[in-house]
Every structure is written in structure tokens, then in C-alpha cells.
């Protein structure tokens, strides 16, 4: 018996009428730059703003199997307007709210969408998924996707893209800023000041020249910011479990321990992982040099917190800069305290803690770079069926048809990686004349797009029944 997910994305797929002509659509496949200020650009079907790569020169035939007004996005936690004038001027109904929502209320959200639109906070778990039963794909309007169960959404078809690096440089600002704010303690002088008292000190108070930056993490935002301490004449040392080029005269140390034992300043920027939680825990704490500084603008899951406040406490680590938490509030307004994480009201009470509510990304530029990014890979998958920046599925792309191109589909058939596949798929498209192919696996999941031509509209349901009818199946779709 269908699944019911598979029934209503049927509907979806079978809805038989020829889009309109559009523009030529071409792909994005990098994040747009950092200073893209037009909220409305690639707000028009079938354009996307800040392309970087178009890859195919004339008019292209919109591919949709749909009314596109009947696909539903609801996007979560403010998510820029960039973003939602793309998806709302391809005409899908899209639903927007500033928050993430409380499990019970999620759950009756993401029952009735195809597309679903995230930061940080919203938690796509695997009993949240198993309700979506209409969802197609998700976008991350952010660079972590810890927060969603990728292996179930891609066990279930469901597409997952992100913006890899649209906020790196916001996040690398922010770092080189509190790592001045910790060494002159900023925070303290400035709150003093504000409660009425004057303190003029400059015991224990450093230029950062000169001073030792140990990176853990050299990716997109560690090397980013690599780029930035240096030019303010740090030193800069970086661990990372991959071997990576160096920027500038950075040198790659081979173990954690040694960054800790040489860093006046450790700044963490890995994703969350089994592997990373509590990377940084009471052991790694004696390692570090005492008067140091440590700073997370990675996950909350990274640190130990408890073990920080000891650390602190102790005078081991000398100030600390905290973006993330193990857990955030929800929404702007809700209590930061006890209630969320036990060790609220201690953590507050340090000194020389810069202590922010996951901002690492939030500026103009990086929201609405992320919301372009994103944005349009959700319409190319919804649209087109391109998956190049997904994150869970296989990354594989065809160039459209262009208009002049008559009776001609795309089969996009998502299935479990098992021998045989390909040859009961090409059986049942032999009848067509198979103008392109491509297919690609990662992990248990495979991805298959073929162009066909000389298919009538009458087929196209026969195509899909017999590619659901095999035992691979994961998703059929067929756009024409
Ligand atoms: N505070 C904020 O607002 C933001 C926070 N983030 C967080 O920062 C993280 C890092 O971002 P990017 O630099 O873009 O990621 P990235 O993927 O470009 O780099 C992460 C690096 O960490 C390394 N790594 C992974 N596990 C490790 C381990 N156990 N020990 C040492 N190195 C390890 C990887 O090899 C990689 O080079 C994201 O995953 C996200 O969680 C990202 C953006 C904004
Ligand atoms: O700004 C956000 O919503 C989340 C930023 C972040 O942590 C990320 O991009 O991974």
C-alpha cells in the first residue's frame, strides 16, 4: 500500500499541464557575495540573482508538474525577505513566522507542507519527519544542519540544502572583535560604566600583537578568520582532523593538545558531531595556558560549561566569549536562566565573559546573501529537480531543455543503492528516447535524472506507475 507521504507528493507530480515559458533559469552554485543588497533580484520565475554559473546560454523551458501556487513552504525563524520574495515570486503559498515553534506545533505545521525553511533552532527530527508527510525538501537558511536528521530525510527522499559559507566573514568579525573586547575587558569596564562606576585599570589587560590565536577547526570560517588575526599581527596556529594548506604564515599543529598548550586565545569553529561534543571539557582545560581565553561561536554542545565556570573561576582561562548554548531560547525576549541550562545564573555572574545570543551570523549582509542561496536551491530541486548543494543526496544536475524542445520529461527517480536498478529503469524509459542521464549514490541513496523526449502527456503517468511499482523506489517525480 502507498505510504501517504507518497500519495500526496503523487498529486503534486501528477497534475498534468505545461508550465509557461520563462526566462532563462540558470545556477547558482556558489554563495552569492557577501554584499548582494537587492532583496527582490531572481525574484521572477525561472531567474536566479548572483549566478555565478549559467550553464546553459538560451531560453530554457521551466520544468514544473504542478500548479506552483499549490506547493506550501512555511519558513521558520525570520527568515530574510530575500529569501521569501524568491519563493513567493514563484508563486508558491508561502508561510512565514519571526520563531521556531514548539514541538506539538511543528508537527501539526509540517504535515500539510512540501517545503519547510529553518535556522538553527528548529530540531527536524526523525519523529518530527515521520510526520511531514508531504516534504520534499528542506532548506537551512544557516551553515550548521546538525539540527536535522539528515540520514532519515534522505532514507525518505527528502532533499536538505544549506549556505555553506554566506556568514563566515560575519562569524570571523565577530571573533576578532570579542577577541579584543576579552583582552582589554571591554564587557566589564562597559558594564561598570553603565551601572555609574569608574575603573581605570590596566592590570591584566593585553594588546593582542604579538599574542598566540589557536584555531580548532580550519574551515570556512577558522581559515576566514586565520586571514583577519594575522593582519592584526597575531600569531595563528590551527588543529583540524583533515591536513590543510595554511593560509599566510598559519601553521597546522598535530594535536589538540599541543593548540592548547601554545594558544594565548583558542577559538572553536567545528560542527557538531559526536565527536565534538564537549571537545573542550576539564582535561582539555588543563592543557590551556593559564590567563587564556576561550571563545565558541561553534555549537553549545562543544564546550563543557561547567567545566568552564570552574576553569574560570580558577583563574586557568582569563575571560571567555560564548555565542552558543547547549540550549536556546526559542524566540527575541524569552529568558536566558536556569530553567534552559542549569548552569545559567553561574555562567552570568563571571567576569571578563562576553556571553551573546547566537549572533556569530546575523548581519544584513549574511542574511541576505543566505536567503538568495537558499532560496534559489530550493526552487531549482522544486522546479527542476537539481540537487548540486544538497547536503544529504547525491549532488546531480542536467541542463533544462530549452523552449523549442517539445514533448520531453524529466524523470528524477530516488532510490535505495541496490544492484539491478538502472537496468529496470532504463527498461521501462526505453520506450522514450533517453536524450540525457545522469545518476549518482551516496551512501544507501541514489539519485537518477533522465531527460526524455517524445513523450505524450497520456504516458507520463504510466512512467511514474511503473517506476513506483519497482522495490528501489524511493520518490518518483516526473517533470514536464
Ligand atoms: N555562531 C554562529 O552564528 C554560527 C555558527 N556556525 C557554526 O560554525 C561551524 C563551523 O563552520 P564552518 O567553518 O563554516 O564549517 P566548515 O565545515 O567549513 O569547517 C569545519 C572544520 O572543522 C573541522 N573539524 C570537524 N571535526 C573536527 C574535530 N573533531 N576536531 C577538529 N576539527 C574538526 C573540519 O575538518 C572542518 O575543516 C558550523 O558547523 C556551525 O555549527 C556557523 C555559522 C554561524
Ligand atoms: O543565524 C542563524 O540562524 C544560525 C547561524 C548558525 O549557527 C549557522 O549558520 O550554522
Request: hydrophobic share 30%; proline share 5%; net charge negative.
Given at each position: 500500500m502507498a505510504h501517504p507521504r507518497d500519495i500526496a507528493r503523487s498529486a503534486l507530480s501528477n497534475a498534468v499541464s505545461y508550465s509557461t515559458l520563462s526566462v532563462s533559469p540558470t545556477a547558482t552554485f556558489h554563495s552569492p557575495?557577501?554584499?548582494?543588497?537587492?532583496?527582490?533580484?531572481?525574484?521572477?520565475?525561472?531567474s536566479f540573482a548572483?549566478?555565478?554559473?549559467?550553464?546553459?546560454p538560451g531560453p530554457q523551458r521551466q520544468l514544473?508538474?504542478?500548479?506552483?501556487?499549490d506547493i506550501k513552504i512555511l519558513l521558520l525563524e525570520n527568515v530574510n525577505e530575500t529569501g521569501r520574495n524568491i519563493l513567493k515570486g514563484q508563486g508558491y503559498q508561502v508561510e512565514f513566522l519571526k520563531s521556531s515553534l514548539p514541538e506539538p506545533e511543528l508537527i501539526e505545521k509540517i504535515r500539510d507542507v512540501h517545503v519547510i525553511g529553518i535556522r538553527s533552532k528548529t530540531k527536524l527530527t526523525a519523529k518530527v519527519l515521520a510526520e511531514a508527510?508531504?516534504?520534499?525538501v528542506i532548506g537551512?537558511?544557516?551553515?550548521?544542519?546538525?539540527?536535522?536528521?539528515l540520514e532519515y530525510a534522505a532514507k525518505h527522499g527528502i532533499a536538505v540544502f544549506n549556505s555553506?559559507?554566506?556568514n563566515s566573514r560575519s562569524v570571523a568579525e565577530l571573533v576578532i572583535a570579542e577577541i579584543i573586547s576579552l583582552a582589554r575587558q571591554l564587557g566589564d569596564r562597559s558594564l561598570e560604566m553603565h551601572r555609574g562606576t569608574w575603573n581605570k585599570v590596566s592590570a591584566k589587560c593585553w594588546e593582542i600583537r604579538g599574542k598566540t590565536l589557536g584555531i580548532v577547526g580550519y574551515g570556512h570560517i577558522g581559515s576566514q578568520l586565520s586571514v583577519l588575526a594575522e593582519a592584526m599581527g597575531m600569531n595563528v596556529i590551527y588543529y583540524d582532523i583533515l591536513t590543510l594548506m595554511a593560509i599566510g604564515t598559519a601553521q597546522q599543529v598535530p594535536t589538540l593538545e599541543h593548540l592548547l598548550e601554545q594558544a594565548d586565545f583558542v577559538t572553536l569553529h567545528v560542527p557538531e558531531t559526536p565527536e565534538t561534543?564537549?571537545?573542550?571539557s576539564t582535561k582539555q582545560f588543563e592543557h590551556m595556558k593559564t590567563g587564556s581565553y576561550l571563545i565558541n561561536a561553534?555549537?553549545?554542545?562543544?564546550?563543557d560549561i561547567p567545566a568552564l565556570i570552574k576553569a574560570m573561576r580558577s583563574g586557568k582561562v582569563a575571560g571567555a566569549a560564548l555565542d552558543v548554548y547547549p540550549n536556546e531560547p526559542?524566540?527575541?525576549?524569552?529568558y536566558f536562566t536556569n530553567d534552559l541550562n542549569t548552569w545559567a545564573e553561574d555562567l552570568r555572574g563571571l567576569n571578563n565573559i562576553i556571553l551573546t545570543p547566537?549572533?556569530?551570523?546575523?548581519?544584513e549582509e549574511a542574511q541576505r546573501a543566505i536567503g538568495v542561496e537558499v532560496a534559489e536551491a530550493l526552487v531549482r530541486y522544486i522546479?527542476?529537480?537539481?540537487?548540486?548543494?544538497?547536503?544529504n543526496l547525491p549532488e546531480v544536475t542536467l541542463r533544462s531543455p530549452g523552449?523549442?524542445?517539445?514533448?520531453r520529461a524529466r524523470v528524477i527517480y530516488i532510490h535505495?543503492?541496490?544492484?539491478g536498478v538502472l537496468r529496470k529503469v532504463n527498461e521501462i524509459l526505453a520506450?522514450?528516447?533517453?536524450?540525457k542521464q545522469i545518476s549518482d549514490s551516496k551512501g544507501d541513496i541514489a539519485y537518477l535524472m533522465a531527460d526524455i523526449s517524445n513523450v505524450k502527456t497520456e504516458d507520463i503517468k504510466e512512467i511514474r506507475d511503473n517506476l513506483d511499482a519497482l522495490?528501489?523506489?524511493?520518490i518518483t517525480r516526473v517533470l514536464y
Open positions: 557575495t557577501a554584499n548582494f543588497h537587492s532583496p527582490t533580484a531572481g525574484s521572477q520565475p525561472g548572483g549566478s555565478s554559473f549559467a550553464y546553459r514544473k508538474p504542478f500548479n506552483t501556487e508527510k508531504n516534504l520534499l537551512c537558511f544557516c551553515i550548521g544542519t546538525n539540527q536535522v536528521d555553506p559559507f554566506a561534543k564537549n571537545l573542550i561553534s555549537r553549545g554542545t562543544v564546550v526559542a524566540a527575541n525576549g524569552d547566537h549572533i556569530g551570523g546575523s548581519t522546479n527542476q529537480g537539481i540537487t548540486v548543494g544538497s547536503v523552449i523549442e524542445d517539445e514533448d535505495r543503492n541496490v544492484p520506450e522514450h528516447n533517453v536524450d522495490s528501489s523506489r524511493i
